[in-house]
């Protein structure tokens, strides 16, 4: 016969004590890794490297302004030009390295298919770079 306080181990309570080890490995294969990893990420070499003064070679691309009015009359910067003409200088710009700018102006009043003949010209030129100007609205 046992003697006992009525207190006995059934294994129905719940364990109130935090399993350690799993964090410590965690801890241990962290600390591994950065020991390892910090020598590499700081080794550099030390050089003493020349020095130059140099400028940037920017080379901005020049913009062609085609203007449509609402005659339905193209203009090339200022000058003004037929389709053929317009389709002669794409193709010729359209070689130029770096190629430039079109610009399109469109008048408000001006048909929807004008402007459609400048865009498809520049395409089959083409031409990579093509943008609208409008005006802000007050």
Do not use: C
């Not at 700081?42 to 940037?56: E, F, G, I």
């Not at 430039?100 to 402007?115: A, K, L, M, T």
Request: no cysteine; proline share 7%; glycine share 6%.
């Amino acid at each position: 016969m046992a003697f006992g306080n009525g207190l006995e181990d059934t294994g129905d309570t719940e364990m109130s004590e935090i399993n350690m080890i799993p964090l410590v490995d965690i801890m241990l294969v962290l600390l591994i890794i950065f020991i390892i990893t910090v020598p590499v990420m700081t080794h550099s070499v030390k050089l003493d490297l020349p020095r130059a003064a140099n400028q940037p070679n920017v080379v901005e691309p020049r913009t062609v302004t085609i203007a449509v009015t609402a005659a339905g009359d193209l203009h090339w910067n200022e000058d003004r030009i037929d389709y053929e003409t317009l389709e002669a200088r794409l193709i010729q710009i359209a070689s130029e390295e770096p190629q430039p700018e079109i610009h399109v102006h469109g008048d408000r009043s001006v048909e929807y298919e004008q402007v459609v003949k400048v865009m498809a010209a520049a395409q089959r030129a083409g031409m990579q770079k093509l943008g609208f100007v409008t005006d802000p609205q007050p």
